[in-house]
Every structure is written in C-alpha cells, then in structure tokens.
C-alpha cells in the first residue's frame, strides 16, 4: 500500500490531469452511496409507513431479499466494474515508467493479496479473533483481480470468450446441481418454510443455501478457525461468487479499453451506451425467462449482465456529461471521494462509530435532535459523512492518494 502526491501551487480542487474524469466521479458516487449507509434512511419509513417517498429511500437503501435489484445492490457490482475500468489505463501508465511485465505481474499478485487481507482484517474489527470472511467486496475483488491482469492483456474477442466461458460454466453448475430432496429441512440452513422469496420450478436451482456455492462454503470454510461451526451465510452469499464477479471486472475492462482507445466523441459514446443496454436488457430477459434469475448474494450469471448493463450505461451517461461535454464542475463534492476510493472504504469500515461518539461527545444529542428523533440518526448520520468527507477533501488537496 502506497500514498502517491503530487505538489505545486495551485492545489485546488480541479479533476488530477491525466485522470479520466467520468471514471473517477462514477467511483464517488459508488463510494458516497457507502458512506451514506450511516445516514440510516431507511428507519424514515417507520415513521412514515404511508409515505411512498419513504418506502422508495427504505427499498434503494437496503439490498433486496433474493431476486431483485435496488440502489444499493448496485455499490459492490458497480465498485468491481470500476476496477476493471481502471485496469487498461494503470497498465499502460506502468508500461510509459518502463515497468515489465513480470514486475507488472508480481505487483498484481501482490495486491490481490493485500486486497484479501484487508478485507478479511476489515471484517475482524471488535471480533475476539480473525474473521475469515470471503464475501467482502475487497476480498472478493482479491480473489480474482491476478486472474483479471492477465486477462487483461488479451484480445477483445478472448476477453469476451472468457466472460461467456466464465457465465456459461457457472450456469451449469447450478442448473445441474440436484435440488434438495423433499421435505427438505430449509430451517437447517437460516431460511424460514414460509420465506417467500423461495423460487420454484428450474429456478429453483438458485435458491438461497442450497446450491453448490453454499456446498462449497460447508466444506471451505471449515477449514478455518470457525466457532461454531460454518452451516451457511445468513444472507445466502458465497465465496464462489468471486468467479461470476470476475466476469463483471472483465467487462468493466472492456469498458476501459473504449475509453482508453477510442476518442472522445459521440459515437464512442453511443457504442457504450448501447453495449450496456444490450447487458442489461439479456440479464433481465434470462430472469424473466425463468433461465437464470437475477439474483445479486449469489451473483448469478445474469446478475453479471444485468447490473454490468447498468454500469455501462451510467458509465457512459458521465462520459458524455464529463469528458465529452466537460460538464463536471457540478461533480467536484463526489470527484473528491472517487479519487481516494480505498481510503473512503476503510474509513467506511472504521471510522464511523468513533467520530459518531466524537460528535456526540463535543455537540451532545441535542445538536442532532432538532427535528425530533425520527430524523436523530440522519443528522448525526450526515455529520459524520461530511467529516469523512472533510478528510477526503484535506487528502485531496494535498494530492495524496492511497494506492495498492
């Protein structure tokens, strides 16, 4: 892990020169869609359980049961998209320093590792021991980003032959996995007889914790320090989902290759634009088929096309506005966020509960309760969120960037 900086005299808050503008606006809102989970928007509803402007905040702040998407199902997809994105642009930037390939290869080795780690070391926090916990959006990216650089290096067409060997292999696997026998014990592995999410007839194949992903876990899981025992996730995610997450990076690199390649312009945009529609347009065709539903814990295969469909798209839409345009003053508060993305998820994961106890401390709860306690946790929520961002905005200006 390394800080880069940059000096001079005017540090202000422009975009870095040599940065793609749209990719680093897109990551801010990705990341401030993160940050913002500590606004806790989603109680508003319970206060207002009539309020069809409170229901839509409580579905878009809160991931889905099973098939589905919301707002917030769309942080960890569009995260890994993004790293993709960034790869074709951070390999030729190495390539100008004269760095081989090998040194290339041993530095993505190295940060697949660290990426592991510290997603691992993120979900330990206030735990007595390690937490081996694989389904970490950074570990999950580890796991598979050695893989992406070396695909990286191919050709479209191969890059795209291993999106579709990656998504048809892991549709067979599910499809051709028994389904549980009758009068199967569903409370065994943490889901409810009467939940009804429960998908029925082929569908079935992608039901929560009873698919080889969870079979898998079983066995993997218990092969660290596990107290009690691992018998499922409670929300029905899995380690294998890092394969089909794979699948969703490589797209994000084709993504980055068009924008790295192609030139500014309108076609370029529209070849995008329309790309992601395509995706997302299958993804959903497949779910509403009934072939492979779109389901974000498990990351079904089409869930990969589905939610990189919307990444292309919204991707695209920045281009246009930000690079083509050059329309980004009204971006500047999310540019400061998306240009230190590994430091705002850190201090997303450990910084939160102590500066809301700083807050507290030094404005005591009067300060935040001036609307009632209906709206507490969304002040204090948004205080915390600007000091974060406060930090964020301090790191920029002194052009330090934390890198992996």
Request: net charge positive; proline share 4%; charged share 10%.
């Amino acid at each position: 892990m390394s800080a880069s900086l940059a000096t001079g005299n005017q540090l202000d808050s422009r975009p870095i020169v040599g940065r793609q503008t749209s990719i680093d606006v897109f990551r801010g809102i990705v990341m401030f869609l993160m940050l913002a989970e500590v606004m806790q928007l989603m109680t508003l509803v319970q206060s207002f359980p009539e309020s069809l402007w409170a229901q839509w905040l409580a579905f878009h702040t809160t991931h889905v049961e099973w098939v589905g998407c919301s707002l917030h199902d769309m942080i960890q997809p569009g995260f890994s998209f993004l790293v993709g994105v960034s790869l074709p642009f951070s390999i030729a930037a190495r390539k100008a320093k004269g760095m081989t390939f090998g040194a290339m290869a041993r530095h993505a080795f190295f940060r697949s590792v660290i990426l592991i780690l510290l997603g691992i070391a993120l979900r330990s926090l206030g735990r007595a021991q390690t937490n081996f916990f694989f389904v970490d959006t950074l570990t999950q990216i580890g796991l598979g980003y050695f893989a992406l650089f070396w695909i990286a290096h191919w050709s479209r067409a191969a890059q795209v032959f291993a999106i579709s060997i990656i998504l048809i292999g892991y549709w067979s696997l599910f499809a051709a996995w028994p389904l549980p026998r009758e009068h199967f014990d569903w409370s065994s592995v943490g889901v409810p007889e009467d939940w009804p999410h429960m998908l029925t007839g082929f569908a079935a194949h992608w039901n929560k914790n009873a698919n080889p992903a969870w079979y898998f876990d079983v066995w993997f899981m218990n092969l660290f320090p596990q107290s009690p025992s691992f018998k499922f996730n409670g929300g029905g995610y899995s380690t294998l989902n890092f394969i089909p997450t794979l699948a969703t990076m490589i797209l994000g690199v084709l993504a980055g290759r068009i924008l790295k390649e192609y030139p500014k312009s309108l076609a370029t945009f529209g070849t995008m634009f329309l790309s992601g529609l395509l995706l997302f347009l299958t993804g959903w065709a497949l779910g509403e088929a009934g072939i492979c539903p779109v389901v974000k814990r498990i990351w079904t295969p089409s869930w990969v096309l589905y939610s990189g469909g919307i990444s292309f798209v919204f991707l695209s839409i920045l281009f246009l506005i930000c690079d083509i345009w050059r329309f980004y003053i009204w971006s500047w508060p999310l540019l400061i966020i998306g240009s230190n993305s590994i430091a705002a998820y850190v201090m997303s994961g450990t910084m939160k509960a102590p500066i809301k106890a700083f807050l507290i401390r030094h404005l005591g709860d009067s300060a935040f309760m001036a609307a009632g306690s209906t709206w507490y946790p969304i002040f204090l929520g948004a205080a915390v969120l600007v000091v974060i961002w406060l930090i964020l905005y301090w790191l920029y200006r002194q052009r330090v960037f934390i890198r992996i």
